[in-house]
Nanobody
Framework: QVQVVESGGGLVQPGGSLRLSCAAS????????MRWYRQAPGKERELVAS???????NYADSVKGRFTISRDNAKNTVYLQMNTLKPEDTAVYSC??????????????WGQGTQVTVSL
């Protein structure tokens, strides 16, 4: 089975920076894509950034120019570097991964989320 675990969340002041990590482990043949989502209180979950095995990257308009997604294939880990953080970035940040455990089928796995709070 595959596990996805996020880390790196916490409390940061506006204008500060934070780096989130998302590590996939277990029965992994290949990772197709990994994505960061966030959900603020009273809001729908939104896709923040994604990266594929071919390093194709997409960002939500709200974070373009401030956030950077990157990947370490050897560690099955994706990172989200968040700069110039704003209070409206406050949310639970979750990661998912599309994973081949064999050569035929893939599944999507979700982590449990990590809290990011941007506040004075």
């Amino acid at each position: 089975q595959v596990q996805v675990v996020e880390s790196g969340g916490g409390l940061v002041q506006p204008g500060g920076s934070l780096r989130l990590s998302c590590a996939a482990s277990g029965s992994i043949f290949r990772i197709i894509a990994m994505r960061w989502y966030r959900q603020a209180p009273g809001k729908e979950r939104e896709l923040v950034a994604s990266i594929t095995g071919g390093a194709s990257i997409n960002y939500a308009d709200s974070v373009k120019g401030r956030f950077t997604i990157s990947r370490d294939n050897a560690k099955n880990t994706v990172y989200l570097q968040m700069n110039t953080l704003k209070p409206e970035d406050t949310a639970v940040y979750s990661c998912n991964a599309d994973v081949y455990s064999n050569g035929t089928y893939w599944n999507r796995y979700w982590g449990q989320g990590t809290q990011v709070t941007v506040s004075l």
